[in-house]
């Protein structure tokens, strides 16, 4: 495996439910985000995970958990969501300033019954 | 006010023409770095071109080229010789400040859909 990857690339899940988004990276990064995508609207960053701790979070609900149990992998608990929480959700790994661009994997397309 | 302006919802061009995709930014801070990148329908975002903002010469890759005007606060995008498969998604993203060990936070414009007629 190369660059990062995304699993489920499919979900579809109750409000009811409680589902995990697993995030991998092999490219040796250091700092890992969680990006919402829904339709029309721009890719609004979630968290932001610099070595394993979280460095942000940008007002996100808290049925949304995200857990970074070591540099490579990421994970998002989702509990008791929302339709509206229905969208892409994008993982993607950097290297501080060494290496500028973010990569991403191929995201989980998420839809809420 | 928004970070990221990119005014052209959907753009057509001819297989082989060049196409610019415009991208419009807001920023105080000196610092920063300008990116582009293109989601086809798949869904990944793939990582196309970065200009900072002290180079002093426009960022080339391949293709793409970013026509980089700062006293406009512009950062558009040129595709030249358009092919098929570079219809897709296509995103102007900014990163203010140093990036640090705390990782780069990239703000996304609401993207350009370009289409490539044969």
């Known amino acids: 495996e190369t660059g990062v990857t995304q699993t489920p690339r499919h979900l579809v899940m109750g409000m009811t439910n409680k589902k995990s988004l697993k995030c991998e990276q092999h490219l040796g990064h250091n700092a890992m985000y969680w990006y919402k995508q829904s339709a029309k609207k721009p890719l609004e960053l979630m968290f932001v995970y610099s070595l394993e701790e979280r460095v942000e979070n940008n007002s996100v609900p808290s049925r949304f958990s995200p857990e970074c149990p070591n540099s490579s992998h990421l994970f998002l608990h989702l509990h008791t969501l929302q339709p509206e929480d229905s969208a892409l959700y994008l993982c993607?790994?950097?290297?501080?300033?060494?290496?500028?661009?973010?990569?991403f994997g191929p995201g989980t397309r998420l839809t809420v019954t | 006010a928004q970070k990221i302006t990119q005014t052209q919802p959907g753009m057509f061009v001819q297989e082989k023409e060049a196409v610019t995709l415009d991208c419009t930014y807001d920023t105080s801070d000196p610092s920063y770095g300008l990116f582009w990148y293109k989601q086809p329908s798949s869904g990944e975002m793939i990582f196309l071109i970065y200009?900072?903002?002290?180079?002093?010469q426009n960022a080339t890759e391949g293709r793409y080229s970013l026509n980089f005007q700062k006293a406009r606060k512009s950062a558009n995008l040129v595709i030249s010789a358009s092919q098929l498969g570079d219809s897709a998604m296509y995103f102007c993203?900014?990163?203010?400040?140093?990036?640090?060990?705390?990782?780069?936070?990239?703000?996304f414009g609401e993207g350009t859909q370009l289409t490539v007629n044969p």
């Open positions: 200009q900072g903002s002290y180079d002093q």
């Open positions: 993203a900014m990163r203010e400040g140093l990036g640090g060990t705390s990782g780069s936070r990239l703000t």
């Open positions: 993607a790994s950097s290297h501080g300033t060494s290496i500028y661009e973010q990569y």
